[in-house]
């Protein structure tokens, strides 16, 4: 592989990118479209085992109560259907964000 020698006069400026300072207008529309996503996603995910945790003395026998549906605990379904059905869910919904977000800053150009 070669390198490509710039004089100082051709070196591209200010080429830094911070994830958690972006630049103002399309960066910073898209960072926060990232991290309302990624927040998104682990309200969901991390919600219901962090819940069952915390608030009962004994997360064993809280799942063993855990009330059933088509015969199989909640918390198997949440964790085996739902959180897939979100997480597709949340990747739509981030696309169609994104893809509007570029769209609109396109047509100012």
Partial sequence: MSVV???PEEQPKN???NFFRPRP??????VTIIWV???AWALVTFGLPIHVATKHADPAQAL???P????LPF???FEGQIVIVWFILLCFIFN?????????YRSRR
Avoid: C, N, P
């Avoid at 207008?25 to 898209?30: A, I, L, Q």
């Avoid at 059933?68 to 015969?71: D, E, L, Q, R, V």
């Fill in 5 to 7: 020698h710039r004089s």
């Fill in 15 to 17: 080429l830094r990118v």
């Fill in 25 to 30: 207008g399309f960066m910073r529309k898209e």
């Fill in 37 to 39: 996503t990624l927040a």
């Fill in 64 to 66: 063993q109560e855990a």
């Fill in 68 to 71: 059933s549906m088509f015969g």
């Fill in 75 to 77: 918390y198997f379904l």
């Fill in 96 to 104: 169609i964000l994104i893809d509007w977000l570029t769209t609109s």
